[in-house]
């Protein structure tokens, strides 16, 4: 359940009735339709900026690596950054089928 500035808004993970309690005890009932299969992406592209203790105590030396993965993993099991302390960000790229909407979500 989620109030926007359209009123409110019921996102479900299945079709179904649902029957939402308000605050002011009024109940409402929303059918929610057929919801589309997730999508797993195809592949993932972390990309690591791996920091190191630098020349002197005030540096720190950044080493940037990618890596592209079939499957999602935390840095622990991806061998490249397994050790790294740094910034990580988690890229892939999805194609939404024909029909999906804004209504769908994400």
Do not use: N
């Not at 029957?19 to 009024?26: E, K, V, Y």
């Not at 409402?28 to 203790?53: F, G, M, N, S």
């Not at 020349?55 to 999602?72: C, E, G, I, M």
């Amino acid at each position: 359940m989620l109030f926007t500035e359209r009123g409110l808004t019921v996102r479900a993970v299945s079709a179904g009735i649902w029957t939402t309690r308000l605050s002011q005890g009024r109940t409402v009932t929303t059918r929610t339709p057929a919801v589309p299969a997730p999508i797993t992406p195809a592949r993932w592209e972390p990309a690591v900026e791996d920091w190191y203790p630098g020349p002197d105590a005030a540096r720190t030396d950044r080493v940037r690596r990618s890596v592209t993965l079939d499957t999602l993993k935390p840095w622990s099991q991806i061998p490249e950054p397994a050790d790294s302390a740094g910034i990580g960000c988690y890229c892939t790229t999805v194609t939404l089928p024909a029909g999906w909407s804004q209504s769908h979500g994400a």
